[in-house]
């Protein structure tokens, strides 16, 4: 059931989605955060790396023997890239234009022909460092020093995600999609199902009703629970449904056909069924764009050959559902994106949107405030 009685506001202006300096006021929240970037098992080796940026900070997560460490991909010599590859194995981590080396600490170790650089100043001439922490099958990042730990954000799923663990849990989508709209675009987008007959006509085909649908609320985000199918009408929903009760019986694994959401303030948003497990992380690129990286796991038990090889047909399949959904979903933020920027009116939100409306609420709070503090 839904929790509002009534209608709502639609608490951002349109200039909220395109304004550049929204953009900048929102940019500490997203700095504060976690994000789900990468894989607990991209780093199995030493030498492991992965590089990718985070509101406006390039990163490179690496395993420098043994430990996990984040660091700036920029170089303290003349701000190049110290990698351009999105992920590899080297023996160091060296800049790929004069071959300067950094430390776990982010310490010069190695400058070539370094005479040329007296006096030495190593204090100076280090990349800063960033908070990194696996949970589950995922590795976070935050770009900011202090802020919430990662259990903090993640309130009551960190637990449930630390049960999904790499070892069980296999991925079968990995994927970055860039869209042409506001990072709030997308993160709005997920948070109602209002638009599923119209967007998802033959995926879910109708809205969950209400009494299938419980919207929880918290100081750290919002959640959607309800069972699968959300309509039994719907075929490929209620095959899917059928199939994985089916596949996770012959596992010896509980059937609930539970499905919960969660939206993490600002910009996390998780899926969970009995057997697919979804991470969806929006970063803004810029005032009107940004970079969604997903990740979905399936159940692939250790042991059994015929097991693991089944496990792995559905975990495609339903990678393939998912790539398919959002897929749909990606082809209107163009559109809404265009709409805000001639808009002329405030728009509204209805009851079964009122998780926009908390998601606004937090916006529109935590800018004030550090507007203020400012
Ligand atoms: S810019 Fe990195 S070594 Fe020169
Ligand atoms: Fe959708």
């Known amino acids: 059931m839904f929790r509002s009685e009534t209608r709502l506001p639609h608490l951002l202006t349109p200039d909220a989605y395109f304004n550049p300096q929204q953009a900048v006021r929102e940019e500490p929240l ?39 460490r984040a660091l700036s991909n920029v170089c303290a010599h003349r701000h190049c890239l110290i990698s351009s590859c999105s992920r590899g194995n080297s023996e160091t981590m060296r800049c790929q234009y004069h071959g300067w080396e950094y430390g776990h600490d982010g310490r010069t170790r190695r400058i070539p ?22 949970c589950g099958p995922l590795v976070f990042v935050s770009p900011s020093p ?34 042409q709209a506001n990072w709030k675009v997308v993160v709005e987008n997920t948070l109602e199902a209002y638009h599923v007959p119209y967007i998802h006509p033959e995926t879910f085909k109708e809205t969950p009703p209400e009494q299938k649908s419980e919207h929880r609320f918290s100081d750290v985000g919002t959640s959607f629970h309800s069972t699968l199918p959300f309509a039994p009408e719907s075929k490929m929903d209620a095959w899917f449904q059928q199939r994985e009760g089916q596949f996770l019986r012959w596992l010896g694994r509980p059937v609930t056909s539970e499905y919960s959401q969660y939206h993490l303030f600002p910009n996390l948003l998780f899926s969970m069924t009995d057997a697919v497990t979804l991470s969806h992380c929006v ?26 090889q089944v496990s792995r047909v559905w975990g495609r399949l339903t990678a393939w559902l998912t790539r398919q959904i959002m897929m749909e979903d990606a082809s209107l933020f163009p559109k809404i994106q265009k709409g805000l920027r001639s808009s002329s009116g405030a728009g509204v939100l209805g009851r079964c949107e009122e998780r926009l409306h908390s998601f606004q609420s937090y916006i529109s709070e935590q800018t004030q405030s550090m507007s203020r503090a400012a």
């Open 30 to 68: 997203l700095r504060q955060s976690w994000h789900p970037v990468a894989l607990v098992e991209q780093f199995a080796k030493p030498g492991d790396f992965v590089t990718c940026e985070i509101a406006g900070e390039a990163v490179q997560i690496r395993n420098f023997d043994g430990e996990l």
């Open 113 to 134: 022909a370094s005479s040329n650089f007296r006096p030495f100043n190593f204090s100076g001439e280090q990349i800063p460092t960033f908070r990194v922490e696996p």
């Open 146 to 179: 202090s802020g919430p730990g990662l259990s903090d954000v993640l309130g009551e799923f960190h637990s449930r995600l630390e049960g999904r663990t790499s070892a069980e849990w296999r991925p079968f989508l990995v994927q970055e999609m860039e869209h």
């Open 283 to 308: 970063l803004p690129t810029g005032p009107d764009t940004c970079r969604s990286i997903i990740f979905q796991f399936g159940i692939c038990p250790e042991r059994g050959i015929l097991k693991r």
